[in-house]
């Protein structure tokens, strides 16, 4: 195939179309620059024809981290210098770590630190590189020991980087925005495994990281996750207080995306409370918010974000408040809206879903719903939250009906699925 067919290659394992991959380098470059960048996918036809053979500075360095690879690596070359062919041996490479989520993968799949002792927006760029293979891998699979010390390495070198080179106040406010980043993920990681004190440790780090960032995204996204850890705490009030926190971030002024975020994560935790009315009231905040948001761009941890979550996090609430046909019909509407990509969201859904079921006496579609989750996750580790829902929906089942058919079929098919993840 004529041009560039590494940069083919690549674009086809991750599944992205010209469109989204020119959105992801612009991204990129907004995040370094504090502009939107200008490739279109005129753009990225260019670079696949060979017509554009060695992009310039910004692009080519965001193309490293959208890829985590080098632009030679990419089939890009300098005027002059003989085209490389892809090798084989790095795209096993790079879905090994996919599929495994190994720290020692991690570790190779990222590129070495630069000896410049003077940072740029280059460095922002490269030093982002794996951010956006991190998101992935969560996506699919969930939070687990080696994503969490993945990330907490990327945050490592990006403050060693910081603290071995000098650069501009600008600079150095997005470098600790990325470190910031990187430790969410990690804090993430842990609230999905349901390591809360690990996930305590991080989130402390990445409030820190964000406030020295000034960077009000990554501040809303700690006091995101800061909520959730109070809720799995079983502190709900303090989860309201943090929902309440981030609403007022700045950010929610500019982007009504992120305030019916907050709005939902505030009704969750009123529900949890028992605040029927107030919870309510939340979600239809949320609801208005959400309907006044905008397609633009955003940072990738956000992409879970939408109508469908918005679903899920309303099958939470009526769960809670005890409303199961509700909390079964919003269960439905998410699943149908839902993403393919979010593989783990589907599986917790599914898992509520058969919650709503079952709490509804309906043992035969709860079990046969609950079933499917082991399909989703395909023989996967699963995640620390996901084990807790079955493990409600197990304990549910036998307290309504321990010995009748359904309970007999679905807890053989518990167990063996147990021992394998």
């Known amino acids: 195939?004529?041009?560039?067919?590494?940069?083919?290659?690549?674009?086809?394992?991750?599944?992205?179309?010209?469109?989204?991959?020119?959105?992801?380098?612009?991204?990129?470059?907004?995040?370094?620059?504090?502009?939107?960048?200008?490739?279109?996918?005129?753009?990225?036809?260019?670079?696949?024809?060979?017509?554009?053979?060695?992009?310039?500075?910004?692009?080519?360095?965001?193309?490293?981290?959208?890829?985590?690879?080098?632009?030679?690596?990419?089939?890009?070359?300098?005027?002059?210098?003989?085209?490389?062919?892809?090798?084989?041996?790095?795209?096993?490479?790079?879905?090994?770590?996919?599929?495994?989520?190994?720290?020692a993968a991690a570790a190779s799949a990222f590129p070495a630190p630069s000896s410049r002792t003077t940072l740029g927006a280059s460095d922002v760029l490269r030093l982002r590189a794996g951010l956006e293979t991190l998101h992935a891998l969560d996506d699919h699979q969930g939070g687990h020991t080696a994503l969490e010390r993945a990330a907490l390495a990327r945050a490592d070198q990006v403050l060693s980087s910081l603290r071995k080179g000098s650069a501009t106040e600008r600079v150095r406010r997005r470098l600790f925005s990325v470190a910031a980043d990187f430790t969410a993920v990690a804090a993430w990681s842990c609230i999905d495994a349901r390591a809360l004190d690990d996930a305590q440790r991080h989130l402390d780090t990445c409030m820190r990281l964000a406030g020295l960032a000034q960077d009000s995204p990554a501040q809303f996204r700690a006091w995101n996750l800061i909520a959730m850890l109070n809720n799995q705490r079983g502190r709900h009030a303090d989860a309201v207080a943090a929902a309440h926190a981030a609403r007022v971030t700045g950010i929610t002024r500019r982007d009504p995306m992120y305030s019916s975020l907050a709005h939902a994560r505030t009704a969750v935790g009123q529900s949890?409370?028992?605040?029927?009315?107030?919870?309510?009231?939340?979600?239809?905040?949320?609801?208005?918010?959400?309907?006044?948001?905008?397609?633009?761009?955003?940072?990738?941890?956000?992409?879970?974000?939408?109508?469908?979550?918005?679903?899920?996090?309303?099958?939470?609430?009526?769960?809670?408040?005890?409303?199961?046909?509700?909390?079964?019909?919003?269960?439905?509407?998410?699943?149908?809206?839902?993403?393919?990509?979010?593989?783990?969201n589907r599986s917790l859904i599914t898992a509520r879903l058969a919650l709503a079921q079952l709490h509804q006496d309906d043992l035969e579609l709860a079990t046969a719903t609950a079933s499917t989750v082991f399909d989703l996750m395909d023989g996967a580790p699963?995640?620390?939250?996901?084990?807790?829902?079955?493990?409600?929906?197990?304990?549910?089942?036998?307290?309504?009906?321990?010995?009748?058919?359904?309970?007999?079929?679905?807890?053989?098919?518990?167990?063996?699925?147990?021992s394998r993840t």
């Open 1 to 103: 195939m004529s041009g560039n067919a590494a940069l083919r290659l690549r674009l086809a394992e991750l599944g992205l179309s010209h469109a989204e991959l020119a959105h992801r380098v612009n991204q990129h470059i907004e995040k370094v620059t504090g502009r939107y960048g200008g490739c279109s996918q005129r753009t990225v036809r260019d670079w696949l024809n060979g017509k554009t053979a060695w992009p310039h500075q910004k692009q080519r360095a965001s193309l490293e981290a959208v890829f985590d690879c080098t632009a030679e690596e990419l089939g890009f070359t300098r005027r002059g210098a003989k085209r490389l062919a892809p090798q084989p041996e790095e795209d096993v490479r790079r879905r090994t770590f996919i599929a495994s989520g190994s720290a």
């Open 272 to 344: 949890n409370i028992g605040d029927r009315q107030a919870a309510v009231r939340s979600l239809g905040l949320a609801n208005e918010a959400l309907s006044r948001s905008r397609h633009e761009p955003r940072p990738s941890w956000v992409a879970f974000y939408g109508p469908a979550e918005l679903h899920a996090l309303t099958a939470v609430v009526h769960g809670r408040l005890g409303e199961n046909q509700q909390a079964e019909g919003a269960s439905h509407q998410a699943l149908a809206m839902l993403p393919n990509q979010f593989r783990r």
């Open 382 to 418: 699963m995640p620390g939250r996901l084990r807790t829902l079955l493990g409600d929906f197990q304990r549910d089942l036998l307290t309504l009906s321990a010995n009748g058919r359904a309970a007999r079929e679905w807890g053989d098919r518990y167990r063996t699925e147990w």
